[in-house]
Nanobody, 124 residues
């Protein structure tokens, strides 16, 4: 099984920045896609940013709400993903979850088999 561990959440003022990290271990096979979901209070879990591994220039996808503010990146071992979050807004308040899939990129929550425990991001 794959284990994912997130870190880097916290509380910032509007306009502040946070950098989330996701460390993957326990691979029995490679994951093709890693990324971040978030779940705000009373809301459904939604995709935020994703990166597809295996290419020199990785393919990346962002939710419209975070384009221009968030950047996803990864270590060259393809087992660590980062989410740099700049210009944070109250609308970004949520628990952020790292996720991994053996398959190609998808926005669907149900397509991801491996999940971290979540890390809280608060903007006040």
């Amino acid at each position: 099984d794959v284990q994912l561990v997130e870190s880097g959440g916290g509380s910032v003022q509007p306009g502040g920045s946070l950098r989330l990290s996701c460390d993957a271990s326990g691979y029995t096979y490679s994951s093709n896609c890693m990324g971040w979901f978030r779940q705000a209070p009373g809301k459904e879990r939604e995709g935020v940013a994703f990166v597809y591994f295996g290419r020199v220039g990785s393919s990346k996808w962002y939710a419209d709400s975070v384009k221009g503010r968030f950047t996803i990146s990864q270590d060259n071992d393809q087992r660590t993903a980062f989410l740099q979050m700049n210009n944070l807004k109250p609308e970004d308040i949520a628990v952020y979850y790292c996720a991994a899939s053996r398959y190609g990129f998808t926005w669907a929550v149900s397509s991801y088999d491996y999940w971290g425990q979540g890390t809280q991001v608060t903007v006040s």
